[in-house]
């Protein structure tokens, strides 16, 4: 059974719409990577997913149940965790406080601060500075970090590596299987095509709101993921 699975979901802006009749389904453990270029709604897929954009039609399921009309929260129990783009961190609390939140609805699992502080060295060696005071790739370890202080069972990355260093992209994907070898669902979404493919099981391409793509990672050829992103 898969863990998740999005089955025909239309999402709207007023009269805009943004997803059409997408369909996603991620096995336990698995890493689905989303791709596409901006305004593919692959961000407004993630907040279906989590729960704080609205359905318009369609369902999903987590774990065979159907959460679709359940408010954020409620998923942030069942297991699923956003990393949303921009980290969204609190400026003013320190690295160790901003982790400390993420276990306030914390279940139980394997992921303590011990455990993120062995996995993200970075993040260990900044605990005791603020959020304001930390470069780009140094927040999006917190926020990772953050995230899996929920021990979440459905982990959800919103541009992992948006305007960051190469080599700080690379150390952040590093730790990603060790995150599913605790049996955590990732979902990926990203820009970055050839890191979006060295790290998933599977990859879906979203343009203008519609799956272009889909397939095992190691099966998709260059000229047919050039035309799924660009519709051409």
């Known amino acids: 059974m898969s863990s998740l699975e999005v089955e025909s979901i239309d999402v709207h802006y007023g009269d805009f719409q943004a997803l059409w009749s997408v369909d996603v389904a991620v ?20 907040g279906a997913i989590a729960g704080s954009r ?17 408010p954020a929260h409620a998923r942030v129990a069942l297991g699923i965790t956003l990393v949303p783009e921009g980290r969204r961190l609190f400026p003013s609390l320190t690295v160790e406080e ?4 993420g276990a306030f609805r914390r279940r139980k699992g394997p992921w303590s601060l011990n455990r993120v502080y062995e996995l993200l060295p970075i993040v260990a060696n900044l ?17 990772i970090g953050r995230a899996l202080m929920n021990n979440p069972r459905l982990l959800l990355l919103d541009e992992l590596s948006l305007g960051l260093a190469p080599v700080i ?11 599913s070898a605790e049996e955590t669902t990732v979902l990926l979404v990203e820009q970055d095509v050839g890191q979006a493919i060295a790290a998933a099981d599977r990859v879906q391409c979203l343009l203008e709101g519609r799956v ?17 992103y660009f519709g051409i």
Not at 54 to 69: A, E, K, N, P, V
Not at 127 to 143: D, I, K, M, T
């Open 27 to 46: 096995e336990t453990g698995g890493t689905l990577a989303i791709i596409g270029a901006n305004g593919a709604g692959k961000s407004t897929l993630l």
């Open 54 to 70: 609205r359905l318009s039609s369609g369902s999903i399921r987590f774990d065979g149940r159907d959460i679709s009309d359940l």
């Open 98 to 101: 901003n982790l400390t939140i």
């Open 127 to 143: 605990r005791q500075r603020h959020a304001n005071q930390l470069s780009g790739g140094e927040q999006q370890a917190v926020a």
């Open 169 to 179: 992209v690379q150390s952040l994907y590093a730790v990603l299987p060790e995150v």
């Open 212 to 228: 272009t793509l889909e397939g095992d990672a190691n099966d998709l050829d260059r000229d047919s993921i050039r035309a799924a």
